[in-house]
């Protein structure tokens, strides 16, 4: 029987899955590692912010919201709760007055975003990756934009690193989708080096607020940003 030619693009085509089906396998293995290891040492220092989170106001110290994550799957996102809440134990977000001191903090050094480590062990995130986003903001991608949605949303990413909330949702996405066409682990633990970087850089004076809304991230009529 005549053999394949070792250039045959049918073996090179089942090498390369191979290959990425290797990295996928490892990234998988260094974000279940990353992430066990984090939430033991975060442990007691979680506990403690939770405590001063309902000390300041009343409502459940952990936040659960609805994202948007691989192939356009909805699951529920935890972070630490930074905003007040509510009678019914809604949050509100109408003011800056409306996120508490506590709140101001956590999220400046995206310490309420800790949680969500258990998303990354429950398969539901990665470590790094295009940050998830809320279903209404999906509904408003172009057919180019949905391919962000081709790999696990992470806790930090490659627009998370050039700019953020600085920069408008279409920018991001362009990042982002320019990482999912470039990924390598190398690029990912480049990324995870350069975040605490990022996280201490002074922000632009407009960073805080970010951009005008954009066609993505503007609310619906009658939603409350949170």
């Not at 053999?3 to 490892?26: H, R, V």
């Not at 659960?64 to 699951?75: A, S």
Request: proline residues 8%; hydrophobic residues 40%; aromatic residues 8%.
């Amino acid at each position: 029987m005549p053999q394949k030619p070792s250039n045959s693009p049918f073996i090179l085509c089942d090498e390369m899955e191979s290959k990425t089906l290797a990295q996928e396998a490892l990234k998988r293995f260094m974000d279940c590692s990353i992430s066990a290891i984090l939430l033991v040492i975060f442990s007691v220092p979680l506990m403690l912010i939770a405590l001063a989170v309902k000390f300041e106001s009343k409502g459940p110290a952990l936040f659960k919201q609805d994202r948007t994550g691989r192939d356009g799957k909805v699951f529920i996102l935890y972070k630490i709760r930074s905003i007040r809440m509510t009678e019914d134990q809604k949050p509100i977000f109408h003011q800056e007055q409306d996120v508490t001191k506590v709140g101001k903090f956590i999220r400046r050094w995206r310490i309420d975003e800790i949680p969500q480590f258990i998303n990354v062990l429950k398969g539901e995130m990665s470590i790094v990756g295009p940050r998830p986003t809320l279903p209404y903001q999906v509904e408003r991608y172009d057919q180019e934009q949905r391919r962000r949605l081709s790999v696990r949303p992470g806790l930090t990413g490659w627009s998370q690193i050039h700019g953020d909330f600085a920069i408008s949702w279409p920018d991001r996405i362009a990042l982002d989708l320019w990482y999912i066409d470039n990924w390598s682990l190398w690029l990912d633990l480049k990324i995870m080096l350069l975040t605490p970087i990022a996280l201490l850089r002074i922000r632009k004076i407009n960073a805080e607020e970010g951009p005008p809304p954009d066609e993505i991230s503007e609310l619906p009529d009658g939603d409350d940003k949170t």
